[in-house]
């Protein structure tokens, strides 16, 4: 089909246009700015279904490089189809899966089984990352140099790196593997910066005091700022040293923001990423909240809340992550040493992303920019997460005159529930396209059916 979005606004990072868009079968074939169109301008589009968006807003459909859709191995809690629904009400038109499931996505074989479970179940385009061990590194090397078994370095986004304890065998702790994986210039470099010894110290000592009643409040010191800073200085000063293509994954601390901001004026390869709930939360909500807001890296301070929305309007965050990571609200309620770490979040990013511009007078195309534009850069997603002629006509429109309040019965993911729920959020998202595929009309669902591709990654 073809479609004439008209009377709204293009948000990219270069700037605000009031434009109508065409989208032919899966693609953009026109953006046209609205000083452009004659008054006659709909009988040149006959053939094209009309949508007036009344004045709002058009963006690139977000792409979200860290999520955690739990499948294979724990779809009980979650799985692609579910959760990848969820992306697109959100207005997430692409994921990139992280390893961390059961198996775990550590060699070219069962990345083939990720990318075959995602073929046909999928409603957002998919890709996985592929994971470090102290022990894959040769298999890494054979499917960035030549392939193996039908995988090549086109089939995934990035190298995950746990500094950090994590789930199953993927906690990179020797030091030579270390290096020999931050040698590698082909793919960027995700990184979990916490230090296990200081997290293990931490947690003893809790134990000690409280037994198996930890009270949640106490996440932070466990998990602490302490070890968060420790791990990222030997990521940083490691990835300047070797020219890596380091992305520092959901940074937590003000002291992370500026030590990304001084390790950027030495190499133009490092980036970082947080994730709304580190710009939204903080310690004072544990009292609330409890478990459902227990993640890794803990959530922290409102000083540190507050310095990340300004290293977010600066540039020195470069990405938002969603770190969407599901558990069920029977295994959230179990005591803290039991409880699993991980909050639903994809559904909700944009919008609580839309608030905190709002609040903080981010500008839109900041918004654009780590909506989609730069993961798309970093990971060379292949003709998607920008708003040009040619590319993917993954699309989100919202309305910022319309605010949402966040409820269970509104949350689509598995789980069924959601931290967020009863916040007041700017901005409605309206409208989804997935490659041409109009997919939610008036925030709803008009498509059932999956028409996530398959992401093709050029670096």
């Known amino acids: 089909m073809k479609y004439l979005l008209y009377n709204g606004k293009t948000v990219t990072g270069e700037g605000v246009t009031e434009a109508a868009v065409l989208i032919e079968g899966e693609k953009i074939a026109e953006i046209t700015p609205s000083d452009k169109l004659d008054e006659d301008f709909l009988s040149h589009y006959a053939d094209a279904r009309a949508i007036d968006l009344k004045g709002r807003f058009i963006f690139a459909g977000g792409i979200d490089a860290h999520v955690h859709f739990r ?23 692409s994921f990139i899966d992280m390893p961390n499931t059961k ?3 550590v060699s070219a074989g069962t990345l083939a089984e990720k990318l ?7 409603f957002a385009n998919y890709g996985f990352h592929l994971g470090a061990t102290n022990g894959n590194f040769q298999e890494i ?43 590698i210039k082909e793919k960027e470099i995700l990184v979990h910066c916490e ?16 037994g198996e009643d930890i009270p949640f409040g106490m996440h932070p010191e466990i998990r602490s700022r302490r070890a968060c800073i420790l791990s990222s200085i030997k990521a940083l000063e490691t990835a300047v040293a070797l020219g890596t293509r380091l992305h520092l994954l959901h940074v937590s601390t003000k002291e992370e923001a500026e030590m990304v901001r001084a390790a950027k004026l030495s190499s133009s390869n490092i980036t970082a990423e947080t994730s709304v709930n580190y710009l939204w939360f903080c310690d004072d909500d544990y009292e609330r909240l409890g478990a459902r807001m227990k993640c890794n890296p803990s959530i ?28 069920l609200a029977e295994e959230k309620d179990r005591k803290y040493p039991v409880c699993p770490s991980g909050v639903p979040s994809i559904q909700h990013s944009l ?20 909506l989609s534009e730069k993961t798309a850069e970093m990971f060379g997603i292949e003709d998607r997460g920008f708003l040009k002629e040619g590319y993917y006509a993954d699309l989100v429109v919202v309305d910022m005159d319309s605010f949402q309040t966040v409820s269970s019965e509104d949350t689509d993911c598995k789980c069924g529930w959601s931290p967020y729920e009863g916040e007041r959020l700017k901005g409605r998202i309206t409208d989804v396209f997935v490659n041409g595929h109009h997919v939610i009309g008036d925030s709803e669902f008009i498509s059932e059916i999956p028409c996530g591709q398959k992401l093709i990654f050029g670096k």
């Open 71 to 93: 499948e294979p191995g724990m779809t009980h809690k979650a799985d692609i189809g579910t959760e990848s629904k969820a992306a697109v009400k959100g207005g997430i038109t």
């Open 103 to 105: 198996p775990a996505t």
């Open 116 to 122: 075959a479970l995602a073929e046909g179940r999928a």
């Open 141 to 183: 090397t054979e499917i960035l140099e030549s392939g193996k078994d039908g995988i090549s370095k086109k089939d995934f986004g990035g190298i995950k790196v746990f500094m950090g304890s994590s789930t199953g065998n993927m906690l990179v702790d020797d030091e030579d593997t270390l290096r020999k994986i931050f040698g």
């Open 195 to 210: 230090d296990e010894q200081t997290i293990r110290e931490n947690l003893k000592a809790a134990e000690e005091r409280f």
């Open 300 to 327: 922290k301070s409102a000083d540190d809340r507050k310095a990340l929305r300004q290293a977010l309007k600066d540039g020195i965050i470069d990405t938002i992550g969603s770190d969407h990571a599901p558990h």
């Open 351 to 370: 919008p609580v992303l839309l608030t905190i511009a709002a609040e903080e007078d981010i500008p839109l195309t900041r918004i654009a920019s780590v």
